[in-house]
């Protein structure tokens, strides 16, 4: 019995720790949760796929078809009714998720868990997170007809937790001691704010900065350049930027902050990222354009995705939802399919603020502006509140002052950050589903502010198209760099690019688009695009492989999301085995090494290779950037593919010798040492663990979002791929939603992802598409064209108006 499980693992574990891996407090009262009338065993049960529902608020019957996933075709007879339904039934097969995400984003983990979680939470509201979620509820309600829908889908979430007896809570409440409260809007809001911070809240101005004090501005260049010398943007280099009209923000005379900055909030994991292409006809065995998406994102218990069908008289969408928001995020209707990567844009940038002595004003244009106090109560579980006052200026919340990681007294970083920027991109997905053709996807971009996506569509009509869609400050050059100084107006953000300008490209004449997290455009664009570490690998491999052939099937785009190849390890081994030198090896150092000579750079499971690789280039990475670890100072060394150039090209530079020792070390010096560690590495592993085959070295798993529960999570799965790579399944994130649509009328598509549909650890439901996903499976997705039932589908369920 999986609980039984559970409760020896809860039993000994000291802690709960949430999914960033902080170790929290506090153990609830275990009688209550053994409980056998309210308790864990209550939850044990069978998901229910038949019967009449009643629900508050409906005007007419939902009818809601289960298949063997346990997905949803949900058909109603208007929009409100629809998203009712969606509401109520993401609810019932993800509550918790979808609710312990929305106090995460607002900052108020230590209600639930206790004072552990206090730095936390004080790091979400000064990011501005709840602040953001207020401006996009302002921005939804200026759209009658979103929030109309935005509060159905909140009554339809409410419907469910109204019938809920606190026995039917689901297991984490009962874990964690605490019961739902009601959803609103502003959880949804709250909720696509987490999304934002995750794919678009990460920066390195301040370590930049930091970065840019130690080493100069000549050196800076050359660690961190704005594009490498290989470029395959997103959009293709031929395209003609002619129509732009609006110039970029002229330079102005700025002098760069140099503080020393020692410790910064955290920030997402910087290998999120994600694959997405499509084929023209032309290109396409079948004669239809073909599409595919797989978003790379943590694997986590539940799964980020609820996958549904939500059916109108007037439109028919399938894909991926997210619980909590609207509509369908990555998917596909009758006419139509779309999908997404993180455009990985820098939209926050830093400025310093100088206050006056009581800190209620702060100099901007050599005058005085008021600051805008906002108290933050933090409740405690079992404690007393804590309030943190948090200043904001017209650039937004200060972060760092003297109250928070930071001992200026009269100064403080002030953070603007495109998820402040009022958008209703709950719009965006609402049309999306419904769109007919080109015009209607290029609209419905429109209303998308953040995170800046790209976002990638086909048609039955025939036409490909790509938009890297957000909204982006129009920055002058260099802008956003490193920390700016907040007392003058030219540094701020002087206007946005008009969303025309987004590069995007339809139709181009290479028959295919493609993202992969890479530099967006080349140097033509004619605004700047600030490097970030663009991804240099994956979309090599994968415009490679369109570039290959004339023609593709749906067998090659399943091929190409399970491609294990590792470029970067392939541009870089090789040159180290060659140039390294081999007289001194032990004999164990021979055994790695012809073993590494044999590998051919795929990342598959049995492999010995990808983890000789891994090891090494660990090492080899630390000990090339021994530089960057400054006591007391935030600092972030430099991208890959510029090291691996670097150590290719410029093996004798400063940056090669090891600071800690009295020799002067090159390239060739660090390749040598740092295979000598990784033997040793990988000897200790092979004694503690048996054979180091890549399945075993990288130990993928997909963790519980409170991750001190092992018995509600998967580990040892077995699948290949990693970092850089197109099947970029590392240890604990990866492809998180595998989607191939053949644009056939209606359309034909595959899916899986790393979970399954319901929440409930006690359902056979909750991991039953892991093992298929790790082989490389895809489930058909059953798009049915009416409401009539058909051989797929194993139940039906009725919700019916409340009288």
Do not use: C
């Not at 399945?695 to 979002?705: C, I, P």
């Amino acid at each position: 019995m999986k609980y039984f499980k559970f409760v020896l693992s809860f039993v000994l574990t000291i802690g709960i720790f949430f999914a960033l891996n902080t170790k929290f407090g506090s153990i609830p009262p275990i009688g209550k949760f053994l409980n056998p009338y309210s308790g864990v065993w209550q939850n044990e049960t069978n998901e229910s796929t038949t019967g009449e529902i009643t629900i508050l608020g409906l005007t007419d019957k939902v009818t809601v078809h289960y298949d063997a996933q346990l997905i949803p075709h949900v058909f109603a007879q208007n929009d409100l009714d629809l998203y009712r339904a969606q509401g109520y039934l993401t609810a019932k097969h993800r509550l918790w998720q979808m609710e312990f995400q929305t106090y995460a984003s607002a900052g108020r983990l230590s209600e639930i868990i206790g004072e552990g979680a206090l730095n936390y939470d004080r790091q979400e509201r000064r990011r501005g997170m709840v602040f953001g979620a207020e401006q996009t509820i302002k921005k939804m309600s200026e759209d009658v007809k979103t929030m109309a829908i935005a509060e159905a889908y909140a009554d339809g979430v409410n419907s469910y937790i109204n019938q809920l007896d606190p026995k039917d809570y689901p297991v984490e409440y009962k874990l964690l001691d605490y019961k739902p409260e009601a959803w609103s809007p502003k959880k949804t809001a709250l909720l696509l704010m987490y999304m934002t911070k995750m794919l678009a809240g990460g920066d390195e101005d301040i370590e930049n900065t930091n970065a840019l004090r130690l080493f100069g501005k000549e050196r800076f260049d050359l660690l961190f350049p704005d594009f490498f010398d290989i470029t395959d943007p997103i959009i293709p280099k031929e395209t003609d930027w002619s129509f732009v009209d609006v110039p970029q923000t002229p330079t102005p005379i700025s002098y760069i902050v140099l503080d020393s900055i020692a410790e910064t909030i955290d920030k997402p994991d910087p290998n999120y990222g994600s694959n997405n292409w499509a084929i023209s006809g032309e290109k396409s065995t079948s004669g239809h354009p073909i599409l595919a998406n797989d978003p790379h994102l943590g694997l986590n218990l539940p799964s980020i995705w609820f996958v549904m069908q939500l059916s109108t008289p007037t439109h028919n969408a399938f894909g991926a939802t997210l619980p909590g928001a609207l509509a369908v995020i990555s998917g596909f209707n009758q006419y139509i399919a779309w999908g997404e990567t993180n455009a990985t844009r820098d939209v926050i940038d830093w400025y310093k603020i100088e206050f006056n002595a009581d800190r209620t004003k702060y100099k901007y244009n050599n005058q005085w502006k008021d600051v805008t106090i906002r108290v933050e109560d933090i409740k405690i579980k079992g404690k007393v509140s804590y309030k943190d006052s948090v200043l904001y200026t017209h650039h937004g919340p200060v972060v760092y002052d003297k109250n928070f990681k930071s001992d200026k007294e009269l100064a403080g970083y002030a953070m603007q950050w495109a998820g402040h920027i009022p958008g209703n991109g709950q719009k965006t997905f609402l049309e999306l589903n419904k769109a007919k053709n080109y015009d209607d996807y290029a609209n419905a971009l429109k209303y998308w502010v953040a995170p800046a996506q790209n976002f990638v569509f086909a048609s039955t009509e025939g036409d490909i198209a790509l938009w890297i869609q957000g909204m982006f400050p129009n920055k002058w050059e260099g802008q956003g760099k490193f920390v700016m100084d907040g007392s003058k107006s030219e540094n701020d953000w002087q206007s946005f690019i008009p969303q025309p300008f987004n590069a995007h490209t339809k139709n181009p004449e290479r028959g295919f688009v493609s993202s992969a997290n890479q530099h967006p455009v080349d140097e033509a664009y004619p605004y700047f695009v600030f490097n970030d570490g663009y991804e240099t690998y994956r979309n090599r491999v994968i415009n490679d492989f369109f570039n290959s052939k004339e023609k593709f099937s749906i067998q090659d785009f399943k091929d190409l999301q399970n491609n294990n190849y590792n470029l970067k390890a392939a541009e870089l081994m090789p040159f180290m085995l060659e140039v390294m030198d081999t007289s001194k090896f032990t004999l164990e150092e021979k055994e790695i090494y012809n073993l590494a000579k044999a590998w051919q750079y795929n990342n598959d499971m049995t492999e010995v290779g990808p983890s000789i690789w891994s090891a090494w280039w660990t090492i080899l990475y630390d000990m090339v950037w021994d530089e960057f670890n400054v006591e007391n100072t935030a600092m972030d060394s430099p991208f890959t593919y510029q090291t691996i150039y670097l150590l290719k090209t410029k093996g004798d530079d400063a940056f090669m010798d090891i600071m800690d020792t009295p020799e002067t070390e090159t390239a060739k010096d660090l390749f040598r040492l740092s295979f000598s560690k990784a033997v040793l590495r990988l000897s200790e592993w092979k004694a503690e663990n048996g054979d180091f085959n890549w399945v075993n070295y990288k130990g993928t798993f997909a963790g519980h979002l409170l991750q001190g529960l092992p018995a509600f999570s998967r580990f040892d799965i077995p699948i290949g791929g990693g970092k850089n790579i197109v099947n970029a399944t590392s240890e604990n994130w990866g492809p998180s939603w595998r989607m191939i649509v053949e644009m056939t009328s209606p359309p034909t598509g595959l899916g899986i992802y790393p979970g399954g549909q319901s929440g409930n650890p006690g359902s056979k439901y909750y991991d039953n598409f892991i093992d298929d996903w790790a082989a490389g499976k895809y489930h058909t997705l059953n798009f049915l064209q009416s409401s009539e039932a058909t051989n797929a589908i194993i139940g039906t369920q009725i919700l019916i108006p409340s009288n």
